[in-house]
């Protein structure tokens, strides 16, 4: 076996997802970051997680889960979920990730508006494309930008996400270029 460098991104739904969602996701994961990607369940069961109290799965613990579990061919793994998620400082969370970490999150729950996963329409598509870049912006040490159009800016509502564009600022996109360089290195 070759002893290569980790080169893919792994998405990995928990529950059943529409095709045309998880392709997005991919297609533009491969635009902004170069990364080719790979399809893969690492975590199904996210009772381990679940607050009984408020009802909400704590995300910072699947995180640690996932990142636990990241394939040996991946760099980076995102976990896209239909549960609702909080940190404890927060009413809920549309995603959460490590900082310069491995794993990240992102929930259909509220960007879907509880609907299944099977069932979303396209501009809900895009906000959620747009969330799994954002988190995904931050395991490559991307912080909040306070360019409101772009990706990496923080949003509190589906409006704000829906208002922001799909695409990285040029400073955002000069320091995940520069990032990602020395990864590959
Ligand atoms: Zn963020
Ligand atoms: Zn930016």
């Known amino acids: 076996m070759t002893?290569?460098?980790p080169n893919s991104i792994l998405i990995s739904p928990v529950g059943e997802f529409s095709n045309e969602l998880i392709q997005a996701v991919a297609a533009e994961i491969g635009q902004v970051f170069g990364f080719t990607t790979e399809m893969g369940s690492v975590v199904q069961d996210l009772s381990f997680a679940l607050d009984q109290n408020r009802q909400q799965y704590h995300s910072t613990l699947i995180l640690d889960q996932l990142a636990a579990n990241i394939p040996a061919t991946c760099i980076r793994i995102l976990a896209i979920a239909q549960v609702d998620l909080f940190i404890?400082?927060?009413?809920h969370v549309y995603g959460e990730a490590q900082l310069g970490g491995a794993a990240c999150i992102v929930s259909t729950f509220r960007l879907n508006e509880g609907r299944s996963g099977l069932n979303i329409a396209p501009?809900?598509?895009e906000r959620i494309v747009k969330e799994t870049i954002h988190e995904l912006g931050h395991t490559f040490n991307l912080?909040?930008?306070p360019e409101h159009t772009c990706i990496m800016h923080y949003c509190r509502n589906e409006e704000?996400?829906?208002r922001k564009s799909g695409e990285l600022c040029r400073y955002?996109?000069?320091m995940?270029?520069?990032e990602i360089k020395r990864l590959k290195k």
């Open 3 to 5: 002893s290569q460098h």
């Open 88 to 91: 404890p400082i927060l009413t």
């Open 123 to 125: 501009r809900y598509i």
């Open 143 to 145: 912080r909040h930008c």
């Open 160 to 162: 704000d996400v829906d």
């Open 172 to 174: 955002c996109k000069i």
């Open 176 to 178: 995940v270029e520069d």
